[in-house]
């Protein structure tokens, strides 16, 4: 029997994906013809499509620690507040104590905020969704505790060049975020790290018992969670110059949950790829950006992201795809 | 002898609110009680909404944009159409219940975890209130005024208003349906376990939409009681309500995983939330982000007691064959 196109589409990995993300592409150059064009100016280029790369690093750095996460059959729901806890620290300390300091003490920040995530998923055996609740709720307090309530600017140079210098180039944000791809990819595919992370996710018990730490695993990726969403706040607070504890990644977590539900990770944890979540976080800035310059209103844009949800979930649910399989055997 | 969650829930605000009256005599006093039932009457209706679904086992992200969806409606349609404000309150109505059946549908058929078909929704209602109006509509219809005029006038000067009564009939009917009704046991069985459940003969499809449903129109609910608090509808209220519902419906002692909790504990768990905000505000000094952080703190107590409960449950049962612990 001959699997039907939509089956074969379905299969393949990542090929719906990249057809989506060029899809978009295409939309967004029909609709400013000026799209594609790249210039190169003060030693930084520009243009939309950097800009799409540009805008869309931070959600790119956490769903790059999200997507382990999920992998192992977890959530993190506190990296947005994360994010305004360790923008809240660099922007407060920069200008004080240079950047090395200030960058040490965020990220430092951020894997505390990790290992106590990983802990209460780890060791105390709380579902992860309630369990990163606590810090996504309290996190925000902790951030505006930092910044005494208060919008905290800073001058700092080279905090400013994180968010709006270049690197050969290319803007310090994407450069980041592909370092930090890069470590991870090296990190969890290069061992067997990522393959022990996804038999955590498909069977915890299994695992413990086949002699996998599965503890270890959970406590390390939330902690990798916590240290990418550090410093996905240090760049976003970087780019505005400031830290605002209120609206700092705000509502960034569902943004990065989706971009790894796009990449194709299913949220009941396995297999699971870092390029494909990276895509996926490519198609949501993608969109946010052709929305803006189609000259529809901005609020436009959380109707075309709970549809996106839909149709990806409903690929990914397996009813559905039961249900495509008899209608294609029908057809023959 | 254990204690219940619930009681120490109870025990909790009993202790805070003598706290609160011991550095502030005139706490104490039944204007504060009635303002605390005001304030949070919009949280109350909607958090009970919450404990269905989560004793049921799911989640519903929606709620907080359902409100400021139905703020904006009930707003728009009032003022620039002019429709009387009953035939408005039962359109939004029907509106949510359809919209609850729907994300209770899709949960269902397609076998979605709820917490991200719940989020589309959020996204959903939130995205279709901004493109309604992103601007804040005042209503100025005389049914408002007398709502917010009437009140049962307490002995020492509180006003028991008429959004506090809604939420406290709110919360009795939600307790009779959780505790005395088939639907309600159904909802604890669905719960402690789904196969179980549609082994024995309970029409789960049904259940999960009916109980998804329950919970949007008790949003839309709480949007009327909102928009009669504030007099106006604004595509921006009620954002991150779902975080403090959930956080209620946890403190009220109702386990996250489903199967157990109370009505009762929710309403509790809004108060103390109210409670610590009150704090705030008699003290003058502290800044309100300290809410935040108590709510996180106690979140956490109230978390790890249900996990330490279930530790000594699990301990005290049959241990299970084949279990290896090092």
Redesign the interface.
Known sequence: MMPSIMQRLLQTRGLAQIIALLAILAIDRAVSPQFFDLRMQDGRLFGSLIDVLNRGAPVALLSLGMVLVIATRG?DLSVGAVMAISGAIAASLADAYGLPVALAAALGAGLLCGLWNGFLVAV????P???T??????????A??IT??RIVTFTAPDLVWLGNGAVLGVPTPVAVVIGMLIITGAVVRGSALGLLIEATGGNARAS??AGIGTRAMILAVYVWCGLCAALAGVIAAADIMGAD?NNAGLWLE?DA?LAV?IGGTS??GGRFSLVLAMVGALIIQAMNTGILLSGY?P????????AV??VV??LQ????ANAGAVLGRARQ | MRLPPVAITAIVFVVGFALCTVQFPNFASTRVAANLLTDNAFLGIVATGMTFVIISGGIDLSVGSVIGFTTVFVALAIERLGVPPLVAFAAILLLCAAFGAAMGAIIHVFDMPPFIVTLAGMFLARGASFLMSTESTPITAPLYSTVSDFALRLPGGGRLTAIALIMLAVVAAGAVLLHFTRFGANVYALGGSRATTALMGIPVGSMTVRIYMLSSVLAGLAGIVFSFYTAAGYSLSAVGVELDSIAAVVIGGTLLTGGQGSVVGTLLGVLIQGLIQTYINFDGTLSSWWTKIVTGILLFAFIALQQAMLGIARRAGPRKAGVLKS
Request: hydrophobic letters at 65%; charged letters at 15%; glycine letters at 8%.
């Open positions: 959530i105390l055996g709380i579902q969704i309630v369990a609740l606590i810090l996504m709720v309290a996190g925000r307090g902790v505006q505790l005494e309530g413990e018992l504890a569902l949950i539900v949220l009941f209103p609020e436009f844009n959380l109707l075309v992201k709970a949800v839909l979930l409903l649910s397996p009813r559905f």
